[in-house]
């Protein structure tokens, strides 16, 4: 009933596309960053468990006690790594500043949405759109960080959709963004490790 009021007003347009990006981000980088913690606790138990395991099984070839031996060590590197990671990254500082620039874009916008709504039942109504575009302009300022590609990508699938080819690749890389890394971390591991006892056991 109201569209025409994104044609009158297409700041409407670019603010509401831009919150749901930013509200995307923040929940991806939130997600991801819980991912990594995730990720490091297990990688720090596989480097427990791998240090202490050849005192509990005393009775095992010198051969395994040297591969878990050395998985101890590349474990214990990457916790490290990981560990540098996490106290580097600004994920979860990035994401609080979206997010709060998202809630300032939104209020704009059911401000500036309502007023023009208004506008049509009662003419007298005046709207300043410079004085929006400025209070616009000074929230965008303010945020230090902006959203990824990706962000803008999937919210704009989620709100105005797409074909199943261009849906599927969009949501792989998000997924991938937020899981690849510490997927392999809890599940390589003990992989690699299964497959190099595997092959000591076939060649002795």
Same mark, same amino acid.
């Given at each position: 009933?109201?569209?025409?009021?994104?044609? *009158?007003?297409?700041?409407? *347009?670019?603010?509401?596309?831009?919150? =749901? +990006?930013?509200?995307?981000? !923040?929940?991806?980088?939130?997600?991801?960053?819980?991912?990594?913690?995730?990720?490091?606790?297990?990688?720090?138990?596989? @480097?427990?468990?791998? #240090?202490? +395991?050849?005192?509990?099984? *005393?009775?095992?070839?010198?051969?395994?006690?040297?591969?878990?031996?050395?998985?101890?060590?590349? !474990?214990?590197?990457?916790?490290? =790594?990981?560990?540098?990671?996490? =106290?580097?990254? $600004?994920?979860?500082?990035?994401?609080?500043?979206?997010?709060?620039?998202?809630?300032?874009? #939104?209020?704009?916008?059911?401000?500036?949405?309502?007023?023009? &709504?208004?506008?049509? *039942?009662?003419?007298?109504?005046?709207?300043? &759109?410079?004085?929006? $575009?400025?209070?616009?302009?000074? &929230?965008?300022?303010?945020?230090?960080?902006?959203?990824?590609?990706?962000?803008?990508?999937?919210?704009?699938?989620?709100?105005?959709? @797409?074909? !199943?080819?261009?849906?599927?690749?969009?949501?792989?890389?998000? !997924?991938?963004?937020?899981?690849?890394?510490?997927?392999?971390?809890?599940? +390589?591991?003990? &992989?690699?490790?299964?497959?190099?006892?595997?092959?000591?056991?076939?060649?002795?």
């Amino acid at each position: 009933m109201y569209d025409d009021i994104f044609k *009158t007003y297409p700041l409407l *347009t670019t603010m509401s596309k831009l919150r =749901a +990006a930013r509200f995307t981000a !923040s929940e991806r980088l939130g997600k991801k960053y819980r991912w990594h913690s995730i990720a490091l606790v297990v990688f720090s138990i596989y @480097a427990i468990a791998l #240090t202490i +395991a050849p005192n509990f099984f *005393t009775n095992i070839d010198e051969s395994i006690k040297s591969i878990l031996s050395y998985a101890s060590v590349v !474990s214990s590197v990457f916790v490290v =790594a990981l560990s540098m990671y996490l =106290a580097f990254s $600004e994920d979860i500082v990035r994401g609080k500043y979206l997010h709060d620039n998202a809630k300032q874009v #939104t209020n704009l916008y059911q401000e500036l949405k309502t007023r023009s &709504i208004l506008q049509k *039942t009662k003419p007298k109504v005046k709207i300043n &759109i410079v004085d929006y $575009e400025s209070r616009y302009a000074r &929230i965008m300022d303010s945020c230090p960080y902006n959203h990824d590609i990706l962000d803008y990508e999937f919210s704009m699938m989620t709100n105005e959709g @797409a074909d !199943s080819c261009k849906s599927f690749g969009i949501k792989f890389r998000m !997924s991938m963004d937020k899981y690849a890394w510490p997927l392999v971390a809890i599940i +390589a591991p003990p &992989i690699v490790l299964m497959i190099c006892i595997a092959i000591n056991l076939n060649m002795n």
